[in-house]
């Protein structure tokens, strides 16, 4: 089946994020022409089938209490024909998305000032969230590999340890880098977290956006022994950019901590919302996989132009991506500032990344670029930073 990639979503008559808040992000007007490539959303049409799902769920006129057990069903489906685990129905939660989610995880698991640790940089939201529902963040540094790829040090993470720690936020695969995490990872992280009595917080919303040649591993299927101390969040939302719908899911897989958070979700009276529910059933189906098989094909010619050309600029390179559509680069090796970076970036090159320093430790004199969209958009946005710093050539 075919499926349009080429035709972006008209952004002159909407209300996307990405696009009208530019001029927040920068301070001032941004250019008329400036290619945004920052808040991870995509610029490519919707999806057929949740196309199909909008217009039948308006034309039923129902938009009241619904019937929404359907939910579950269609989430343990796409885990196991996708990712290779079924997670038990009963375990699992509707929540208003992942940023919803780690704020209940969090107040239902954690108490006010314990340590929440995160492997930096990462995605800023995390750190919002533990700081807005009064926890401490606790940052680990990534380290680079002689891949370059990143790399958790849980030698250094261990020695810097106070015994205020209470869980790990882990990002799978990885935001901002697209990493991957192989199996021995993911069983290391999962015996330090039981050797620590750490809750381990597994964010799973880019699984479904693997370049060839890597898998995603479902932390519950590939660290079986995190059972008693893990909690999974995961979205429909990222893949087919319906993040506006509010929808997402918890998977809670112990009955102590299931019920624990299941006092709260019931005291807060969460439930989903109605469109945001049909169209993550209808994402996750036969037809929604064969979109997201296609649209990984466009982002992994994204990824390779995107890549080969930071990497033609000197002291300039882009972190090999093995997932998400969003590509860590360095431009560390210029000997610039970060002020002159984005001087040439944003104001030069008239494009407009997210700014690596706000991502933790490890970020600055980097920027993160989402190539969720065009060919002929990355590749204009290739030619203009080459452009901008061509006096490195």
Known sequence: MQFDFDTLKDHARGRSSKWVLMDAMLGRKA?????????????FQMAPVLQDAMRATVATGEMGYFDYSNFAKRVAW????RHGWRPNTEHLFEIHGIGNAVGVVLQALTEPGDGIIVFSPVYHEFANKIRKNGRVMVESALRIDEDGLFRMDLDALEAQLTGTEKAVIFCSPHNPAGRVWDAAEIQALSAFCARHDLLLI?????????????THLPTALHAPDS??????MSAASKTFDIAGLRTGYVIIPDDDLRARFAALYAALDIQPNRL???????????????WVDA???????NRIALCDGMNAIPGVSAMPMQSTFLSWVDFSGTGMSDAEIRSRLYDTARVLPTPGDGLGLGGALHHRFNIATSRAT????????????SDLQ
Request: proline share 7%; aromatic share 8%; net charge negative.
């Open 31 to 43: 250019p008329d022409d400036m290619i945004p490539m920052w808040i991870a959303q995509s610029d």
């Open 78 to 81: 796409w885990y196991e024909n």
């Open 202 to 214: 597994s964010d799973e919303i880019h699984m479904d956006l693997t370049f060839p040649g890597h």
């Open 227 to 232: 059972l008693p101390n893990l909690v999974v």
């Open 276 to 290: 945001g529910a049909d169209l993550t059933c209808a994402a996750y189906t036969p037809e929604g996989a064969a």
């Open 295 to 301: 649209m990984v094909q466009v982002l992994d010619g």
């Open 378 to 389: 990355v590749d204009a946005a290739v030619a203009r930073v080459q452009a901008a710093f």
